[in-house]
């Protein structure tokens, strides 16, 4: 188990690489340069100039690319264009409002969706299972900021029940919550549905059936045991999705969290900022998925036997 965990760390290492490389790229291409930004259309060019080269924008990429690695590796992540402070200090500061968002959403997804995916599957083709699968298909279609914009005209602008913006209260979290966790749950749902299905063909749940066991006792220790692997797994993966699915929320709602963030460094070519931002998200949604793989681990022995071997 534990050559597995550091296996799977290990690859971390050629991912952030592929990423960080990735990120200096497509931030060459972004048009405008950060002096510009920084010092206004009004500046002199020299002053344009002299900062830009201060800054290494006019360095060719594998160069950038270099650098980048080489100050990494001595914790040196930069230093934001904007606010001229370690990159880190604004992630730090603003990344409990994006976990809140993103753990909120998971929460309520579960809670939403398992539950309403297994009435759905023990009332097969019953008007419950038809309401079920009929909402959840139109909440999987539904895009996301659309969903918060109605939401927002709904329960902000007209009725006046809800705040549209900020992190102030509990209330400030019940509308972007709702808009993150809504097409997720619909999705858990029709997988929790599905898999519930084909558990009820099983032969051991025929057995049990053949027993006399109750059919509580039938659905909860033989069919609801074996259909959770692949819904917790689901589930973990949705995590990492709405880690990143928070950065157009998160603008929809005005909140301060890393993707309002990295979205004012785009527009600042705030270079060092962005990079940093992708790279805590991508440590983010890969630490998730390892923790995902032991928790799966840890319920199947199937899959435990195979990593002790």
Partial sequence: M???????????????LG??????????????????LLLGQDAPEEAIVQLNTELGYYDPLLVKYAKYIWNALHGDFGLSYRT???????????FPVTLKLAFYSVILTAII?????????????????????SCAMVFASLPRFWLGLLLILLFSVELKLLPSNGV??????????????APTAANILRLTRSTMLETIRQDYVRTARAKGASERLIIFRHELKNALLPVITSLGVEFGVLLGGAILIETVFSMPGISTLMITSIR????????????????????????????YALIDPRIRSKYIK
Avoid: N
């Fill in 84 to 94: 001229q402070k370690p990159v880190f200090s604004e992630i730090i500061i603003r």
């Fill in 268 to 295: 600042m070519k705030d270079t060092p900022q962005v990079t940093a931002s992708i790279i805590f998200f991508a440590i983010l949604v890969c630490i998730t998925m390892l923790l995902v793989d032991l928790i």
């Fill in 2 to 16: 534990y050559r597995y965990v550091i296996r799977r760390l290990l690859t971390l290492i050629p991912i952030l």
């Fill in 168 to 181: 102030g209260t509990w209330k400030h979290f019940v509308l972007p919550v709702f808009t993150l966790a």
């Fill in 113 to 133: 969706g398992i539950p309403l995916g297994i009435i759905s599957a023990v009332k097969k083709y019953k008007p419950i299972d038809m309401v079920c699968t």
């Fill in 19 to 36: 990423i960080i490389f990735l990120v200096l790229f497509i931030m060459s291409f972004t048009p405008g340069d950060p002096a510009s």
